[in-house]
């Protein structure tokens, strides 16, 4: 069974800090994609990145930036400079290729509240 | 380019009622995902179908839920008869299994079902 835990229920930061959401994941399979959605007061689900298993490499985007480390099974998320249009919740997802179940399986979501 | 679209985007009914919820996903992709958001249960997985043919329906809540894909631009989820815990939003997402961001699921703006 896949599942994907996200510890923080609710994050509140000031505009222009850096904040970080944590994502852990348990899977068996090998071959897997790791997401990252956001879910902004107005409803959608908007993807903000994919990572796959045999790619550790961690990235940069703009703001955003991510550090996958299958070691401890956890692809966490970073947003750099913190801007008021960052509140939203988040969501971390997992989907499988091996045993193809390419449904995601979502974690719970981290609300994050940026404040001016 | 268009992304998924979803009809109704808002729904309101009478328990008994039946209930029909579309999607059109994007051009080109052969996976399509139905998912339903709700307080309690976070995001989750009802079905979904790749190249038309269902493939996983165990989310699928009781025989009171039923879903087609008649081609490869139309699906709906329909819902006979609607009962107020089936009050929730449903998310239609698509994918494609092939191309640079394969395996990414693009996600509708949803469809906010309330059952009276």
């Known amino acids: 069974a896949q599942k994907v835990t996200q510890a923080q229920t609710e994050i509140s930061v000031v505009e222009k800090e850096d904040v970080t959401l944590d994502c852990v994941y348990e899977t068996r399979d090998t071959t897997y994609y790791l997401f990252w959605y956001k879910q902004p007061p107005s409803g959608e689900l908007v993807f903000l990145i994919r990572?796959?298993?045999?790619?550790?490499q961690n990235e940069i985007s703009g703001r955003y930036s991510w550090n996958f480390q299958k070691s401890t099974s956890s692809f966490n998320f970073t947003i750099t400079a913190s801007q008021v249009v960052d509140s939203a919740v988040y969501f971390c997802?997992?989907?499988?290729?091996?045993?193809?179940?390419?449904?995601?399986?979502f974690g719970s979501g981290t609300r994050l509240q940026v404040q001016p | 380019d268009a992304g998924v679209i979803q009809s109704p985007r808002h729904e309101v009914t009478e328990m008994g009622q039946e209930v029909t919820l579309r999607c059109k996903p994007i051009s080109g992709h052969n996976s399509l995902f139905w998912y339903r958001q709700t307080m309690m249960r976070g995001l989750e997985l009802l079905i979904y179908?790749?190249?038309?043919?269902?493939?996983?329906d165990s989310g699928m809540p009781e025989d009171r839920f039923s879903a087609k894909m008649p081609n490869a631009s139309f699906s709906t989820l329909k819902i006979q008869p609607s009962e107020p815990r089936d009050s929730a939003v449903y998310f239609c997402a698509s994918s494609s299994s092939g191309g640079e961001l394969e395996e990414t699921q693009y996600f509708g703006p949803g469809t906010r079902l309330l059952v009276l």
């Open positions: 179908f790749n190249n038309n043919v269902p493939i996983d």
């Open positions: 997802a997992l989907s499988s290729l091996d045993t193809g179940r390419r449904a995601l399986t």
């Open positions: 990572r796959n298993s045999f790619d550790e």
